[in-house]
């Protein structure tokens, strides 16, 4: 049985929030009410916009632009498709999207955000918060309004310091680099080998690696050891932690290589940054 429902958590001059649940495939027509952003938090969809087809898989979203026709398809047995629609009107939020070139980028793209941008912990924490039944709407759009300033910011940040010329290739290039980095972001006590961003993104290594360096000033390896230290330094100031448990939940091989890249970093080994020995 096919059944989707549309909660509307919000609705005022400033904007919408809706919640959308689906179960099975469904085939849904819509018109955009302003700036729309649509994230699918479990599932998969696919959007047909101005015979554009984008498919947007869970944890990621897509910004249509005001008084846009789209359709929404999720593919032929479908279980379950969680989503969240916000949208902004322009007219109450001052959001300045940098120039046309970049403008024309953010829009109809599907973006990995789930980990690695504040985007994601909003969206996360709107679907993680569904069963609520008021929320602050206003203060939710203002906040999404700033998170998609930011995004735009980054975006164009990207786009100009990205040795690629052609916008084409750049709106190819420079999603997949970001869903790297968030993969990095979500695996960071794994191992994650260069052989293994490159075949994901399917960007040759050295290419990839030269592009990831350009884009976020550091390697694939710089960002997962700044993401394991980050944690580490947390994890060490609590006393329900031994150090060898730490070291193993971060994903190195023994104490020693945790501690000595600890205090290659921090300047001291973890025993004296925290005060206490080996428990």
Same mark, same amino acid.
């Given at each position: 049985? *096919?059944?989707?429902?549309?909660?509307?958590?919000?609705?005022?001059?400033?904007?919408?929030?809706?919640? $959308?649940?689906?179960?099975? $495939?469904?085939?849904?027509?819509?018109?955009?009410?302003?700036?729309?952003?649509?994230?699918?938090?479990?599932?998969?969809?696919? !959007?047909?916009?101005?015979?554009?087809?984008?498919?947007?898989?869970? @944890?990621?979203?897509?910004?249509?632009?005001?008084?846009? *026709? !789209?359709?929404?398809?999720?593919?032929?047995?479908? %279980? &379950?498709?969680?989503?969240?629609?916000?949208?902004?009107?322009?007219?109450?939020?001052?959001?300045?999207?940098?120039?046309?070139?970049?403008?024309?980028?953010?829009?109809?793209?599907?973006?990995?955000?789930?980990?690695?941008?504040?985007?994601?912990?909003?969206?996360?924490? /709107?679907?993680?918060?569904? #069963?609520?039944?008021?929320?602050?709407?206003?203060?939710?759009?203002?906040?999404?309004?700033?998170?998609?300033?930011?995004?735009?910011?980054?975006?164009?940040?990207?786009?100009?310091?990205?040795?690629?010329? #052609?916008? #084409?290739?750049?709106?190819?290039?420079?999603? %997949?680099?970001?869903?790297? %980095?968030?993969?990095?972001?979500? *695996?960071?006590?794994?191992?994650?080998? /260069?052989?293994?961003?490159?075949?994901?993104?399917?960007?040759?290594?050295?290419?990839?690696?030269?592009?990831?360096?350009?884009?976020?000033?550091?390697?694939?390896?710089?960002?997962?050891?700044?993401?394991?230290?980050?944690?580490?330094?947390?994890?060490?100031?609590?006393?329900?932690?031994?150090?060898?448990?730490?070291?193993?939940?971060?994903?190195? *091989?023994?104490?020693?290589?945790?501690?000595? &890249?600890?205090?290659?970093?921090?300047?001291?080994?973890?025993?004296?940054?925290? @005060?206490?020995?080996?428990?």
């Amino acid at each position: 049985m *096919n059944t989707f429902t549309n909660e509307l958590k919000y609705s005022n001059k400033p904007g919408q929030i809706k919640l $959308s649940k689906a179960f099975g $495939s469904y085939h849904f027509k819509g018109k955009t009410k302003g700036l729309a952003l649509k994230y699918v938090a479990q599932g998969h969809e696919t !959007y047909l916009i101005n015979q554009q087809i984008v498919d947007v898989p869970q @944890g990621h979203f897509i910004l249509l632009h005001q008084d846009e *026709n !789209y359709e929404a398809i999720t593919p032929k047995n479908s %279980r &379950q498709i969680n989503g969240i629609c916000i949208d902004l009107n322009p007219d109450i939020f001052s959001i300045h999207l940098n120039d046309s070139k970049q403008s024309d980028f953010l829009f109809n793209t599907a973006f990995d955000c789930a980990n690695s941008t504040p985007f994601g912990n909003a969206f996360k924490g /709107l679907h993680v918060d569904e #069963k609520k039944s008021e929320v602050d709407g206003l203060a939710l759009l203002q906040s999404f309004s700033n998170k998609l300033q930011d995004f735009s910011i980054e975006l164009y940040k990207l786009q100009r310091v990205i040795d690629v010329q #052609k916008t #084409k290739t750049q709106s190819i290039l420079i999603p %997949r680099l970001l869903s790297s %980095r968030n993969f990095i972001y979500k *695996n960071f006590r794994s191992k994650i080998t /260069l052989d293994l961003l490159a075949q994901q993104s399917n960007i040759s290594k050295y290419h990839f690696l030269r592009l990831f360096k350009q884009c976020f000033e550091q390697s694939p390896q710089e960002l997962q050891e700044q993401l394991r230290m980050t944690m580490a330094k947390q994890l060490v100031l609590k006393e329900k932690y031994s150090f060898s448990e730490i070291a193993f939940h971060l994903g190195y *091989n023994d104490l020693a290589a945790f501690s000595k &890249q600890f205090k290659r970093i921090f300047g001291v080994p973890p025993s004296k940054y925290s @005060g206490r020995t080996e428990n």
